[in-house]
């Protein structure tokens, strides 16, 4: 029988994917792509799916309103829920990602969209990085590359005043299953969760559910301070 990765491995297996593809990871946004591999996996998954789930994001964070409030981005990747948190009046947010290409092209953005002064972003692991308190915390596809989430949750619930919003990749079985053989063939893992995984976690930590969006290849999740 072969031995489960790590905590440490996992980490370190999300860098090694996300690292390899940062252009073309942003490139999903407008469909496209250099790495042929990555062109056809933007054009008929991943362009859809960021539509949908930042159309979603952005009625949560709309019907709670951020204006001049402070927000987390937990893996933020190339920043767009950040900035996406700025236009809607967001005080100040603070994007973090493991990957520092991420970071660098988050950082690139606000500046060409003229938001670098409320947007900050900054190398780190989820896991262990200091977590600055926000009112509102965004975690967007981002535990599905871990086997174990209690520690990062609680954490995550820690720093969050107000409203904690999560978003996991799900869909059904025949997608799951192309995520599964993209994983294998790029080293690294994915785990898949119901709702309620998630949402005992967070009630444990003061955090009750609010609203819940299937969408069409994941799940959105709000969660709002109860304790
Ligand atoms: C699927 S992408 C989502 C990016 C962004 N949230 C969005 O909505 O476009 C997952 C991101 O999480 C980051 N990530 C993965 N593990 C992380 C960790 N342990 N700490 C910080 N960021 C992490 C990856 O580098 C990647 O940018």
Redesign the pocket.
Known sequence: MTRPPSADE??RM??R???SF?PD?HRA?TGGGRDPLHRVINTLFRRRT?ER??AI?RGFLEAHGVEGKRVL?????????SLMACRLGAARVTG????PE?VETARWQAAEAGLAERAEFLV????T?SLPEADVT?????L???AEIEA?LARTCAATRELLIL?D?RGPWWRRRLRHLLARVKGFRIYYRTPEAFSSVAARHGLGERARVRGHAFWALAYRRTS
């Open positions: 996992h980490v999300a860098h994917y996300f690292s940062v990871y946004f960021f789930r930042m994001v981005d937990l893996g933020c990747g190339s920043g767009e829920v973090v990602d493991l990957v991420m780190g692991d989820v896991h990085v965004v975690m967007v596809s981002v599905e590359y871990y990062v978003v990749t």
